[in-house]
């Protein structure tokens, strides 16, 4: 597999800069994945029963801030950490997250790969619709490093994500097939082909059983597959 024709960070960072409003309804979550507002809910949920003392969240790839958002509606105060690539991305996280939050919210902007946070801070990371933007299995072991390394003990990583069948005509099936008819009923076949197009330009995806061995590999001590439709599942690791 050769990734240099898919986009680079700035042009993902410049598409997304373009793209906050579909990023901002939370009773819908965003349409184009499976399951939307069932995983928001499903994943933040679970967080606040698995934590009753739950207290520093991470969101990389935050977007506009709907997990933040969901959560915080269910427990407040927390110390917030949001990451984005897009500027007007987190302004807008920052802006619907400061309203609800009566602890401490901090932002960065930039790719969450090349960041430094303290060993071990982190009760909760959440990573939504963004590690497909990851790229070849150094790039994949490399950040899921990372990121074990920022939670505590106990510490737990939330993933919703599109993925890959690993058998090509199940693949072809599922993703080409089935994903592609549900966006033809979400709208028609131009935006099928529209949305398919960003898909291989923007997104590097894996299959779920890569990345929960993926999970495994770094150090996660329990992996848990919460949700599947498709091509998109929700997941956890805990450290
Ligand atoms: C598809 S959106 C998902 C937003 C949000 N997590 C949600 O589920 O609603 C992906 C977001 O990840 C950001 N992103 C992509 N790659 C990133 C990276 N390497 N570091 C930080 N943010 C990244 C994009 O700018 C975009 O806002």
């Known amino acids: 597999m050769t990734y240099s024709k898919k986009s680079s960070v700035k042009e993902i960072q410049e598409r997304f800069d373009q793209d906050v409003e579909r990023f901002s309804n939370l009773e819908t979550g965003q349409l184009t994945t499976l399951d939307a507002k069932f995983n928001m809910d499903l994943i933040t949920t679970a967080i606040v029963k698995a934590?009753?003392?739950?207290?520093?969240?991470?969101?990389?790839?935050?977007?506009?801030?709907?997990?933040?958002?969901?959560?915080?509606q269910q427990k407040s105060p927390l110390n917030m950490t949001l990451v984005d690539l897009s500027k007007p991305m987190l302004e807008r996280a920052e802006q619907r997250v400061r309203v609800l939050n009566t602890g401490e919210t901090k932002t960065a902007q930039g790719d969450f790969r090349k960041m430094e946070f303290?060993?071990?801070?982190?009760?909760?990371?959440?990573?939504?619709?963004?590690?497909?933007?990851?790229?070849?299995?150094?790039?994949?072991?490399?950040?899921?490093?990372?990121?074990?390394?920022?939670l505590k003990p106990?510490?737990?990583?939330?993933?919703?994500?599109?993925?890959?069948q690993q058998n090509p005509a199940l693949q072809k099936f599922v993703y080409q097939e089935l994903y592609g008819d549900y966006l033809i009923k979400l709208k028609d076949e131009a935006y099928r082909d529209h949305v398919?197009?960003?898909?291989?330009?923007?997104?590097?995806?894996?299959?779920?059983?890569?990345?929960?061995?993926?999970?495994?590999?770094?150090?996660?001590?329990?992996?848990?597959?919460?949700?599947?439709?498709?091509?998109?599942?929700?997941?956890?690791?805990?450290?």
């Open 51 to 72: 934590y009753p003392k739950l207290a520093t969240v991470l969101d990389i790839g935050c977007g506009a801030g709907n997990y933040d958002v969901s959560l915080l």
């Open 154 to 164: 106990g510490g737990s990583i939330w993933i919703f994500d599109l993925i890959q």
């Open 196 to 239: 398919f197009a960003y898909i291989e330009k923007e997104d590097s995806p894996r299959p779920l059983m890569y990345q929960l061995d993926m999970l495994r590999k770094v150090g996660f001590s329990e992996v848990d597959i919460l949700h599947k439709n498709l091509c998109f599942a929700s997941f956890v690791g805990v450290k």
């Open 118 to 150: 303290a060993a071990g801070q982190f009760d909760v990371i959440i990573a939504t619709a963004v590690l497909h933007h990851l790229r070849d299995d150094q790039d994949w072991e490399d950040a899921f490093k990372k990121l074990y390394n920022w």
